[in-house]
């Protein structure tokens, strides 16, 4: 059982994956733009910054940033009333808490965005870790957020493991030098060269160390 686990959010503890989508493609219509087919693949485990890029280069978008990300915003969290964990996700999350495993949530999203998806789920309690994009220099596949989790629980990063379920996100926990488990949203889904796949909680749980 390692030390610390550093949980990635959007798609591995909560669902939210679909609602980005939407909220993307939702801010591209309303600027005039056609979401591609394989909008949802492209963003997947993609910072803010990074998304907006692609909108501007490939799509022709010209709103300024700060304009962009509220427009996105605005549709994500006018509703998250249908967000969900993924199913035993948040279970195996307090069952290593009450073992003692230091854990920290590991986002690329925004600040505002991690609180108010962990609290949808009912995911808070006192001294409990997080770091956001807002948090660190550069964001995933960097290694600087899961190294930032290390610093926050006091290990070693070879101590801790990642459960992510992007190729940027475990990509990131290798290069942090860290376990990364690759728990993708559905199976055939390829991780990077050294990250271990699992494609069931129960098999999440099994490397984990939980039995």
Same mark, same amino acid.
């Given at each position: 059982m390692p030390k610390a686990v550093f949980w990635d959010m959007d798609g591995t $503890?909560? @669902?939210?994956?679909? $609602? !980005? %989508?939407?909220?993307? %493609? *939702? %801010? =591209?219509?309303?600027? &005039?733009?056609? #979401?591609?087919? @394989?909008? !949802?693949?492209?963003?997947? &485990?993609?910072?803010? %910054? !990074? +998304?907006?890029? =692609? =909108?501007?280069?490939?799509?022709?978008? @010209? $709103?300024?940033? #700060? @304009? /962009? +990300?509220?427009?996105?915003y605005s549709h994500y969290l006018a509703d998250l009333s249908g967000l969900r964990p993924r199913p035993g996700a948040i279970e195996i999350f307090r069952e290593l808490k009450e073992r003692g495993v230091a854990q920290a949530v590991v986002s690329n999203s925004d600040r505002m965005v991690v609180d108010a998806n962990l609290a949808a789920v009912g995911l808070v309690y006192p001294g409990m870790r997080t770091v956001s994009r807002n948090d660190v220099r550069e964001g995933k596949p960097h290694a600087e957020?899961?190294?930032? *989790?290390? /610093?926050l629980v006091g290990v070693e990063p070879t101590e801790a493991a990642v459960v992510e379920d992007s190729f940027i996100g475990a990509t990131a926990g290798l290069r942090a030098g860290m376990t990364a488990i690759f728990w993708p949203e559905r199976p055939g889904m390829v991780g990077p060269d050294g990250a271990v796949t699992v494609n069931s909680a129960d098999a999440l749980r099994r490397e984990l160390g939980l039995g």
């Open positions: $503890l909560v @669902d939210s994956e679909p $609602l !980005h %989508a939407a909220a993307l %493609a *939702a %801010a =591209m219509r309303s600027e &005039g733009l056609v #979401p591609p087919a @394989d909008l !949802h693949e492209r963003a997947l &485990g993609q910072t803010a %910054a !990074h +998304i907006y890029a =692609m =909108m501007r280069e490939e799509f022709g978008l @010209d $709103l300024p940033f #700060p @304009d /962009w +990300i509220e427009r996105k957020p899961f190294l930032r *989790a290390a /610093w």
